[in-house]
């Protein structure tokens, strides 16, 4: 089975903490993403990389970083973690091409930030 | 931009009746259009998707969707729906190649025994 995981389902940090939220998909698959899911909102891309090194902003970048060091891992960073930025965060991934548009999903973090 | 509307944010259906979820999408060009669910702690699931060709398309768990150009929409439908199926349902659109999706605020499904 394809593969998207996530390194943890539940985090709690403290306002100011530099926090990592890891993403290993097993697909080898060029293109990574990051949401973010609120209620009521959606979800809502923050970044997303198509290739190693590489790293494009979604929707709404202000706050975080990537780091695409391999193919197969995406890390969302948060510089210092604000209380606005508790959140289930979902990585996805998908292979290159336009017509092959399936994402494949994580099964979530869910950030609570204090 | 592209943009998508999912018009009810709620909906309750009784076990056995039939199911329609609205999506209205915003998109210059012939969209890509996706129906993802997500159930309660689980990641996100893709239904069925649209390029182009058939506009009513059939996908999993015994649910199609039918793409009408001249109204912007991409519903969602099951004839029957059973317990399992309640859960967060998405819709998303997209133009192809590396840069996302854009999705939907979604849909709550509650089933009623």
């Known amino acids: 089975d394809v593969k998207v995981t996530q390194s943890s389902r539940y985090l709690v940090k403290r306002t100011g903490e530099k926090v990592f939220l890891e993403c290993v998909q097993d697909?080898?698959?060029?293109?990574m993403f990051w949401y973010r899911q609120d209620p009521g909102l959606g979800l809502r891309l923050i970044y997303f990389s198509y290739d190693v090194k590489m790293k494009e902003k979604g929707d709404i970048p202000e706050g975080y970083s990537v780091s695409r060091e391999k193919k197969e891992r995406f890390s969302l960073i948060l510089e210092s973690a604000s209380t606005n930025q508790t959140s289930m965060y979902l990585c996805a991934s998908n292979s290159g091409g336009a017509t092959n548009e399936k994402l494949f999903f994580g099964s979530g973090t869910q950030l609570s930030v204090l | 931009a592209q943009s998508v509307t999912q018009p009810d944010i709620h909906i309750t259906v009784s076990e056995g009746a039939s199911l329609e979820l609205r999506c209205n999408y915003s998109?210059?060009?012939?969209?890509?259009l996706f129906w993802y669910v997500q159930s309660p702690g689980q990641g996100l699931q893709l239904l069925l998707k649209?390029?182009?060709?058939?506009?009513l398309v059939q996908g999993i768990k015994g649910f199609e969707a039918e793409f009408k150009r001249s109204q912007s929409s991409f519903n969602l439908r099951k004839p029957s729906v059973h317990w399992s199926d309640a859960a967060e349902y998405f819709c998303a659109v997209g133009e192809g190649g590396a840069d996302g999706l854009t999705f939907g605020k979604g849909t709550h499904l509650i089933i009623q025994p």
């Open positions: 649209y390029f182009s060709g058939d506009t």
């Open positions: 998109y210059g060009a012939t969209p890509y």
């Open positions: 697909m080898d698959h060029e293109n």
